[in-house]
């Protein structure tokens, strides 16, 4: 996880020299997700969020409003599509988007509550918009 970090410092280092830096808040930047975590898949776009744009890098820390797909092997079972909310880092790229989310798993009678980290790609839809333009 450390790790991660560290390239991603050194990542925004070597891109953003002589560019501007944007700094700001949003509702909805119109990332939409999809990724694996904790035995099965989610859906997710970026909810309210601190971010900084770096030229055409984009790095977002915030809520993730999501679905989750998972089916449960035991003898009491959710239901396979279960609605969520996680946060995480996400990084996008022009149109690309890449994202480390976190989810928690509340406490049940067989289990501990805990958290889970996943991972996931996809669209930054308003570059695909202003692409197309």
């Known amino acids: 996880m ?18 501007k830096e944007k700094v700001g808040f949003s509702f909805y930047d119109g ?10 898949g ?7 969020n601190i971010n900084a744009t770096y030229g055409e890098s984009k790095f977002i820390i915030g809520m993730l409003p999501s679905l989750r797909f998972k089916e449960d092997k035991g003898t009491t079972k959710n239901a396979f599509v ?3 909310l996680g946060m995480g880092l996400t990084y996008s790229y022009k149109a690309w988007a890449f994202q480390i989310p976190l989810y928690y798993n509340a406490k049940t009678a067989t ?3 805990q958290w889970h ?3 996931g790609i996809g669209l930054r ?3 695909l918009q202003k692409n197309k333009s």
């Open 2 to 19: 450390r790790n991660l970090f560290l390239i991603l410092a050194l990542l925004s280092i070597s891109l953003t020299q002589a560019q």
């Open 82 to 84: 279960t609605p969520t």
């Open 117 to 119: 980290i996943g991972f």
């Open 31 to 40: 990332v939409v997700i999809m990724g694996y975590v904790d035995g099965g």
């Open 42 to 48: 989610y859906l997710n776009f970026t909810g309210p």
């Open 125 to 127: 839809l308003n570059k």
């Open 111 to 113: 289990q501990d509550g």
